[in-house]
């Protein structure tokens, strides 16, 4: 039965029993779990991000109540201290189900419940998000497994998205939201390259056809002291789609036992990376937890020291760009930033000393990036002084920012959350950002080591280029499986059967390509070697057939020319297994190309071997230019990036004052010294192609059918983890940088405990530790061992080798 009564402040006050749990139930959950370990489904709903950050709260209770007619309606406070409100757990082999409210329970109650937690298999999304609170609650408490269904779509179902773009039955009732989700999450895949991990909504509306209750998701439902029915059904109401989600996602039944799902998973493709992640999930909360020490007296002299460099640039912009001192405020106003207004003013400024338009983005918007505007406007006089003001000002922000979290700490430290939410598996960082700090040394260096402690900071080197060589190696090897499937060798056929079907229409319309694969030295059949590069779809099969036969027999006949077949001898693999630098390799090649260099009849690789190392040090110092320049074509075509593309890319990116015909110079140069690219990225756009309805990757509004050239091309990391992308240069940069990923999760995973509980932060392939000084050589020596370890047992069953470069200091130095 619900009283009402009216308190002194004229405020209804409701008088009803809790339907909330309490301490009073941890031994109905403690005999839940007795026979463990158990499935154990949790989801946290706090009042802020992350345990360590507190942010605005805003909007409304339940997306009706403001909090001042919450408090009226239900009289009772509201509370935004940063903290979990409630954890539900659901435990579905002893039917237990239960939301805690954790504000009616004190932290020695708190603690006892999350202890309660420790040893079981815990299932969710995103249970990162989880596992810090909980961990900040206790910091003992550890899962036996995390069944996590955002990280099982990464690694057993990365076609989802695709599924959810072709979506048409007519009879699903949720359709619509469906089609949105799809095309929003399309339309930010093609405005930014990459793409995030798909929704617990989204797998809803695919799986049930259900759209789940969001309106009280926002931290600010879960300040007031009063929780209601409606926010107890929101906290139950979707408690067992995890663990029913799991077993879809696996292909099994709803009610398919814990070792059964556990069983399947181990099966499935994808299952060691997906090991890897969830391991690495254990350190990553816990470096959370630790944070990086954050100096605020380095950051307050920091802090003059920009504000002098921007105020002693003011008036030479304004000398030569006096039409911007009506913004002068909003210039040197860290919390203003850049304003359409002011982007406007600074177009015009250019324009008038110039003649030239402002630079674009990729989606058509003005661009006042750096790179952008010393590229466009190589001779200004504003564009020195303007990008001294704004980098100085935005540095000036930046500072305020990460002090702000900072201050927040009891420990004065950052505590970042570094997570796995990346279609390739790379890690992301926010509430700050940790992977994407200003490049001034002076800042960098803020993050230091307190006193009695270093700092170490190990990358791989070259990582990305180490696995493309590897993926080279994988990918001519595949070529050796498929001519012998060709050529009859039945044990292939099935293995092979994907790759065979795609590839079979090239063989029977182009007969000739089968008789010169008997011997690749030979010359090119004519039919072949004239066909036209890009025929379009409108011509007859064969035509279109014998420009794929072109595409394919180029490399082809160029690996063995250099090689004979042999994946060892492959340029990119060869000069990784002699200590040599690629893009010197490149650069070589690209000069010699350009009647600058002799090569003296050899390749690169070659040429470079027959130098000393002290001769090879002189030739990188002469070559540093060149060097730059081969740096931008060798990441800027890791990918298959086109000439076009080429061409911006290295200007925008590595300054280079280069033509469209010098980047298809490069381009040409580029695929013929590492031939194996070429065929890796040949074989993944027709060996690897599915055809199915699609959105247009380029143009995300529109709809392509399987028929009109709708396709998807399937790939795989070096652990055999599945990808999947509508672009072959977004598909090969999955590959790749998917496996980068799994390389640095594994060193994390293999890292001593105790070394573990060092780690600080963690950026892509870099590792950083604080060590006591007393420890650095042997610390280092494992860092540097266990990473070398990690990624040689991707790497070396292709023969590329590993190295490492480590920095220590009283900083953050790399």
């Known amino acids: 039965m619900t009283f009402l009564s009216v308190d002194e402040a004229g405020y209804e006050t409701v008088c009803r029993p809790q339907l909330f749990a309490t301490a009073q139930a941890l031994p109905e959950l403690e005999s839940a779990l007795q026979n463990g370990p158990c499935e154990v489904i949790l989801d946290f709903e706090t009042t802020g991000a992350t345990p360590w950050l507190q942010g605005t709260l805003t909007g409304k209770i339940g997306d009706e109540w403001t909090i001042t007619q919450y408090r009226k309606k239900y009289g009772c406070t509201a509370d935004s201290k940063l903290r979990a409100r409630v954890l539900s757990i659901g435990v579905p082999d002893n039917h237990f189900r239960a939301a805690f409210d954790l504000d009616r329970m004190d932290e020695a109650e708190q603690r006892r419940l999350i202890q309660l937690l420790s040893g079981h298999y815990w299932v969710g999304h995103n249970l990162q998000f989880d596992y810090a609170w909980a961990l900040s609650i206790c910091p003992d408490v550890r899962p036996t497994k995390l069944i996590d269904t955002m990280l099982m779509v990464t690694c057993f179902r990365s076609e989802l998205p695709y599924e959810m773009q072709a979506a048409t039955e007519p009879n699903r009732t949720c359709l619509a939201p469906l089609r949105t989700y799809a095309r929003a999450k399309a339309l930010s895949k093609a405005q930014d390259g990459g793409g995030g991990v798909v929704s617990l909504r989204a797998l809803s509306l695919l799986f049930f056809d259900v759209d789940m209750d969001k309106r009280y998701q926002k931290p600010i439902n ?159 006089r504003i564009v020195a002084p303007y990008l001294k003001v704004v980098d100085a000002i935005s540095e000036i922000k930046k500072l305020r920012e990460y002090g702000a979290v900072a201050a927040m700490a009891s420990d004065g430290r950052i505590h970042a959350a570094t997570s796995i939410l990346t279609t390739t598996g790379r890690t992301s960082s926010r509430n700050p950002n940790l992977q994407n700090i200003p490049r001034d040394p002076r800042f960098r260096s803020i993050f230091a080591a307190p006193v009695g402690y270093k700092l170490i900071a190990t990358d791989f080197s070259s990582v990305e280029l180490r696995i493309a060589a590897a993926l080279g190696v994988r990918a001519l090897k595949l070529l050796h499986q498929i001519l012998a499937a060709q050529r009859g060798h039945a044990a292939l056929q ?37 066909a036209k590069a890009e025929p379009g779809r409108d011509v007859i099969f064969r035509v ?191 590959m790749d940088q998917g496996s980068g990923a799994e390389i640095a ?61 480590s920095a220590v200091g009283d900083c953050w130095i790399h």
């Open 222 to 380: 879960w300040t007031p002291a009063y929780l209601t029915a409606a926010h107890h059904d929101y906290c139950l109401g979707d408690i067992d789609v995890p663990g029913h989600l799991a077993r879809l996602l696996m292909g099994l039944p709803c009610n398919t036992p814990m070792q059964g799902l556990l069983a399947g998973m181990q099966q499935a493709a994808g299952y060691a990376a997906y090991n890897t992640m969830t391991e690495a999930l254990h350190t990553l909360v816990r470096m959370q937890r630790k944070g990086f020490y954050w100096d605020t007296a380095k950051a307050a002299v920091l802090g003059v020291e920009l504000q002098q460099e921007a105020e002693n640039a003011l008036p030479t912009l304004l000398s030569v760009a006096p039409s911007l001192e009506p913004f002068t405020e909003t210039l040197m106003d860290p919390a203003k930033g850049m304003t359409d207004v002011l982007k406007t003013a600074i177009g015009e400024a250019l324009y008038q000393e110039t003649g030239q338009q402002m630079p674009k983005t990729n989606k058509g918007e003005d661009s006042t990036s750096a790179d952008a505007l010393k590229q466009a406007f190589p001779n200004s």
């Open 494 to 530: 099935t293995v092979l059967q994907t790759p065979l079907a795609n590839l079979r229409w090239i063989f029977r319309e182009v007969p000739e390509l089968q008789m010169w694969l008997a011997n690749p030295l030979q010359s090119i059949p004519a039919s072949i070697r004239t």
């Open 544 to 734: 279109r057939a014998l420009a794929v036969a072109k595409q394919f027999c180029m490399p082809v006949q160029t690996i063995w020319r250099a090689s004979g077949g042999d994946p060892t001898m492959l340029a990119m693999r060869r000069a990784f297994a002699d200590g040599l630098d690629p893009h010197i390799m490149t650069a070589l090649a690209m000069e010699a190309a350009a009647g600058r260099f002799d090569l003296q009849g050899k390749l690169p690789v070659d040429y470079l071997q027959s130098l000393s190392p002290e001769e090879r040090k002189t030739l990188k110092t002469a070559l540093k230019g060149p060097r730059q320049a081969a740096k931008g074509v060798n990441f800027g075509l890791l990918y298959g990036m086109s000439a076009e593309g080429l061409h911006e890319y290295g200007k925008t990116g590595y300054g280079l004052d280069w033509t469209l015909d010098e980047a298809v110079s490069a381009r040409q140069v580029f695929f013929n010294l590492y031939p194996e690219l070429a065929l890796w990225h040949w074989l993944l756009k027709y060996a690897m192609k599915q055809k199915r309805p699609v959105l247009n990757p380029y143009n995300p509004s529109e709809m392509q059918t399987a028929e009109a050239g709708g396709k998807v091309y399937w790939g795989s990391t070096l652990s055999g983890r599945p990808t999947v992308a509508a672009k072959t240069t977004a598909a090969s940069n999955y």
């Open 745 to 805: 999760l594994t060193a994390i995973n293999r890292l001593p405990d105790d070394v573990k509980a060092m780690l600080v932060n963690f950026v892509h392939d870099e590792i950083i530790l604080e060590v006591p000084e007393e420890r650095v050589a042997e610390v280092q020596a494992a860092l540097e061992q266990t990473m070398i370890a990690a990624a040689d047992s991707f790497l070396m069953p292709f023969r590329v080798p590993t190295e490492v470069e």
